[in-house]
């Protein structure tokens, strides 16, 4: 799930925008789509060996109703993509793009609404694999990394194309199938926009309420009581942030395109699959993370079957946001530049 307080862009190399489309994309779902368009942001230039493979390239993917902007925030590209920093614009070439559904990329609010493929996340997984490869000329990522949905990527990525990449990072997700609480607040959001007759089978004309009950859901799942505590420690307050974060999302959150973002995690488990993992990974969650909660041990459990897998878990502290503790890079840092460090060269 994407951080809230996007900024301006950072003070590094220029971005580069562009639309890649795909002919005839054919989902897992045995759907079709006649053009997918995929929306991307680029920073920094690609640097190729003596057989023309580029080998700077690194990929972030974001969260769930993110976009690839989120990382152009202060707090993530203002500590990374900066002058000496772990991913500095001037030796690397970062990658940001629109995920299926998502942004400015092919997505349900452009006219097919509840007709629009039914993607999952091997759909996306795949989607920016040929964005890579057909559009950017990256048949090698010095690294794959993401947030929430995209540190969900980042597991998919590294299962279904394990010789891709040197590296992976994945950030406040876990390696296997959603179910649990985290199951039952996206089953419950689902739920508030289908079981709204406004809904109309997609068909609305004006936002249905039930929009509203789903980002309520939304926001118990990504927030901390801790934050929420500092930031609102009185009635008043807490009204006050809570509906203006409401009436906020609401102005610019599309139905359709929250219920299929939602939907695409359906299919998400690479538990069965990790041993394929061959590059490094280093996943990194936050120990106030409800949607990944620690006390469920899933982590300390599943990163042993990870040949090369190490995890660090982020203790609750003044820095951290819960969930959205992955986009405030300054709190995860230290061990993200000791491992990029720790890499073959």
Not at 225 to 241: E, F, G, N, Y
Request: charged share 20%; glycine share 8%.
């Amino acid at each position: 799930m994407p951080c809230a307080g996007w900024a301006q862009a950072p003070r590094t190399s220029a971005v580069v925008e562009g639309d890649y489309v795909i002919r005839d994309f054919r989902f897992a779902s045995g759907e079709t789509l006649p053009t997918l368009s995929l929306h991307y942001r680029t920073l920094g230039q690609p640097r190729r060996d003596a057989a023309g493979v580029v080998r700077n390239a690194v990929l972030i993917m974001h969260g769930t109703t993110g976009t690839g902007t989120q990382f152009l925030s202060p707090v993530f590209a203002n500590v990374l993509f900066g002058a000496g920093q772990p991913l500095d614009t001037s030796r690397f070439y970062v990658i940001l793009p629109d995920a299926i559904g998502h942004g400015q990329s092919s997505r349900p609010s452009q006219g097919l609404h509840a007709r629009f493929p039914h993607y999952d996340y091997d759909d996306m997984v795949d989607a920016h694999h040929r964005l890579l490869t057909e559009k950017l000329g990256v048949a090698h990522l010095r690294l794959v990394m993401g947030t929430s949905m995209g540190g969900m990527h980042s597991w998919v990525f590294a299962e279904r194309y394990p010789d891709f990449m040197d590296a992976v990072v994945p950030l406040a997700s876990v390696p296997t199938a959603i179910a649990g609480r985290n199951r039952m607040i996206r089953t419950m959001a689902m739920d508030d926009i289908r079981t709204d007759p406004a809904w109309m089978d997609g068909e609305y004309s004006a936002p249905p309420a039930g929009l509203r009950g789903a980002l309520q859901m939304l926001y118990i799942m990504t927030s901390a009581p801790l934050v929420q505590q500092h930031d609102a420690p009185t009635r008043d307050s807490a009204d006050a942030v809570i509906r203006r974060f409401l009436d906020a999302r609401m102005r610019n959150t599309d139905a359709n395109d929250f219920l299929y973002a939602f939907n695409a995690s359906r299919n998400y488990n690479p538990e069965p699959r990790l041993s394929r993992i061959r590059a490094p990974l280093l996943a990194i969650n936050s120990a106030d993370d409800q949607v990944n909660p620690p006390e469920l041990g899933i982590m300390e459990r599943l990163i042993t079957r990870v040949p090369t897998g190490r995890f660090v878990l982020i203790p609750i502290g003044p820095t951290t946001r819960g969930h959205g503790t992955h986009t405030l890079a300054e709190v995860w840092k230290e061990p993200f530049a000791g491992f990029l460090r720790s890499l073959d060269p």
